[in-house]
């Protein structure tokens, strides 16, 4: 099993930016298919962005297209979560999440079922 272990979260205000990293134990090539997961209170975990085989392919949810960016340094078995231009809607728990095992169908179907591998989660607020 793969150790997870985000930072980068805090309280910022709407318009402001953030970078979220999720540190990984293993070598990357294992990590297929990495994620980012967000969960507001009283909301299901719903996916945020993919990244498949060492960022060759990202994919990123309709509400976050174009503000978000998903990347890896392969190197440092660093993900990063750049976020910019932050709405109070984007205040959630960020998880970030791993599978080695799902194919690109599956990493950008961002179907939390599918991942094995969990972090403990960072806390992103943004204020109005």
């Known amino acids: 099993q793969v150790q997870l272990v985000e930072s980068g979260g805090g309280s910022v205000q709407a318009g402001g930016s953030l970078r979220l990293s999720c540190q990984y134990s293993?070598?990357?090539?294992?990590?297929?298919?990495m994620a980012w997961f967000r969960q507001a209170p009283g909301k299901e975990r719903e996916g945020v962005a993919a990244?498949?085989?060492?960022?060759?392919?990202?994919w990123y949810a309709d509400s976050v297209k174009g503000r978000f960016t998903i990347s890896q340094d392969n190197d440092q078995n660093t993900l990063y979560l750049q976020m910019n231009t932050l709405k109070p809607e984007d205040t959630a728990m960020y998880y970030c999440?791993?599978?080695?095992?799902?194919?690109?169908?599956?990493?950008?179907?961002?179907?939390?079922?599918?991942?094995?591998?969990w972090g403990q989660g960072t806390q992103v607020t943004v204020s109005s």
């Open positions: 293993s070598n990357p090539i294992t990590r297929k298919c």
């Open positions: 990244s498949f085989t060492g960022g060759m392919s990202t």
């Open positions: 999440a791993a599978d080695r095992d799902i194919g690109w169908l599956y990493c950008s179907a961002l179907g939390k079922d599918d991942f094995g591998d």
